[in-house]
């Protein structure tokens, strides 16, 4: 059988990602309506007369929200974003629903009724989806995510790269520049020189310390 590697990356499906998807572009759609047309939206939802600003305002907010959605490596934070915009028109419309008029109650309590619905959708839709990863079509990824890599415990570990260290010849310091009766550090393994050794050997060189 046959098998084409396309090389391509994919996204892998997680839970709640179409979900999310379609609330986006469902935010977004929601937002050209009421930018487009708030007066009529602010009258299906039994809002006051002279809304239609705040309508605007918050059609731009489910618009950059939808794109949030569709565009970000991870949309969680837009997700709840969107959970926090519901409860924010659910607010506005119990306090600017239109109480003088029966139809106007009617319609407000139909639009509080469908914002509650879809502050559900959107915490289930927030609460079950997984940021997706890229993956290669047709290639089976091993898990390593219980491995450290070390033979051995950190603690254990700790130390073992120093105790056969020796510094390479072309690292160590020139014969002709080591003290007289001075053993090159770097020869025979010691520490590094301290910070007086170090100021020393810069006011008096090493290879011109007079001897004795």
Request: glycine letters at 10%; one cysteine or more.
């Amino acid at each position: 059988m046959h098998h084409q590697y396309s090389g391509q990356k994919h996204r892998s499906h997680h839970p709640g990602d179409s979900l999310s998807r379609g609330l986006g572009w469902f935010s977004i759609a929601l937002g050209v309506v009421e930018l487009a047309a708030p007066h009529a939206v602010a009258r299906a939802c039994g809002m006051q007369p002279g809304h239609a600003g705040l309508v605007r305002l918050y059609g731009l907010r489910e618009i950059a929200t939808g794109i949030g959605i569709l565009r970000a490596r991870n949309a969680a934070p837009w997700l709840w974003a969107r959970v926090g915009g519901d409860l924010l028109d659910a607010g506005t419309l119990a306090a600017v629903a239109d109480r003088h008029h029966a139809p106007g109650m009617v319609r407000a309590g139909a639009a509080l009724a469908n914002v509650t619905a879809i502050t559900a959708l959107d915490v289930y839709a927030a609460q079950t989806y997984k940021q997706p990863h890229d993956r290669r079509e047709g290639v089976d990824y091993a898990d390593y995510s219980d491995r450290s890599g070390f033979s051995r415990t950190p603690q254990e570990m700790r130390g073992e790269a120093m105790k056969d260290f020796e510094v390479p010849r072309d690292m160590r310091t020139p014969e002709a520049l080591r003290a007289y009766g001075r053993p090159d550090r770097a020869a025979v393994g010691a520490t590094a020189p301290t910070l007086e050794q170090r100021a020393a050997d810069v006011v008096a060189p090493q290879g011109l310390v007079e001897k004795g």
